[in-house]
């Protein structure tokens, strides 16, 4: 349970892609604080991911392979990475956790490292529960909308410095720090190894069953995106499990794209006849 003793740590990866199974974490940075905003310490290594950054990731965050060279590899960064967590007590913070999630997973079981059992936040998960109704959840963008930012560099460290900022912001919306944990705890609480807590609605997941077994149109209220909360109709192609997380592959009949849809997040759904 978190309480006004907790200790939080935000925390971000820079990776060599977006797909957990194939890529490698070439930045990994974590910033240690109290409820009370006081900051406790700070943690940021790159790490040698063994291959080629690609173009695309180096034109995100401009880690190059010459400035990773010569770096420590994750066997090595990952353990002391997990030493400045501490104890399973802290709580994690991160923007679109399960991303990170998913990075520190693979590279674990890679290199055969035993993850603790740490309660991780989603920074989006709190900042829909303070602001429901933004257009876009983009770190960045919300942290500019808010005056939490100037310039980005896309960092580790600066992401995660972001997520302090925002954390703190949203939970303003809050005045006593009992009500202020009280809201973290009714949060999903994710974690390494499995990186959710989610009750999805059986109803829910067998309209969605039925819909692909007869190939039938859904429509959906989602929870996200630019047509957030209108309804829209999708053709269901696949519902998988992704990290923990049940995610539907469907065909968008307003965009004509697919697009993927987290289960949880779809408010309403029904067979359209």
């Not at 401009?62 to 399973?88: Q, R, T, W, Y």
């Not at 991160?94 to 999630?101: K, L, M, R, Y």
């Not at 590279?107 to 920074?123: S, V, Y």
């Not at 602001?131 to 896309?154: A, M």
């Amino acid at each position: 349970m978190i309480d006004k003793d907790t200790i939080f740590i935000a925390f971000d990866t820079e990776t060599t892609g977006l797909t957990a199974s194939d890529g490698r974490i070439v930045e990994i940075a974590a910033l240690k604080f109290d409820f009370h905003e006081n900051e406790i310490a700070r943690f940021s290594e790159l790490v040698n991911p063994g291959m080629k950054i690609p173009t695309a990731a180096m034109n995100v965050h401009h880690i190059s392979d010459e400035e990773v060279a010569d770096k420590p590899m994750i066997d090595i960064i990952l353990p002391k990475f997990l030493d400045f967590i501490g104890n399973d007590k802290s709580v994690l913070i991160a923007q679109n956790a399960i991303f990170d999630i998913g990075f520190v997973n693979h590279e674990a079981l890679r290199n055969d490292i035993k993850l603790p059992g740490n309660t991780i936040l989603d920074q989006i998960d709190l900042t829909r529960k303070a602001h429901p109704n933004l257009i876009s959840y983009s770190l960045e963008k919300i942290c500019r909308l808010f005056n939490l930012v100037d310039t980005q560099t896309h960092r580790a460290m600066a992401d995660a410095v972001l997520v302090k900022r925002l954390f703190f912001h949203c939970l303003k919306k809050w005045i006593a720090i009992d009500d202020k944990a009280l809201i973290l705890n009714e949060l999903y609480h994710y974690s390494f190894g499995g990186p959710m807590i989610v009750k999805i609605n059986q109803g829910l997941l067998d309209i969605i069953e039925t819909a692909l077994d007869k190939g039938a149109k859904l429509e959906i209220v989602y929870d996200g995106g630019s047509m957030r909360k209108t309804p829209r109709q999708i053709i269901p192609v696949v519902m998988y499990n992704r990290d923990g997380v049940m995610f539907l592959t469907a065909q968008c009949l307003v965009s004509n794209t697919k697009k993927q849809f987290r289960v949880d997040r779809i408010k309403q759904c029904e067979i359209v006849k």
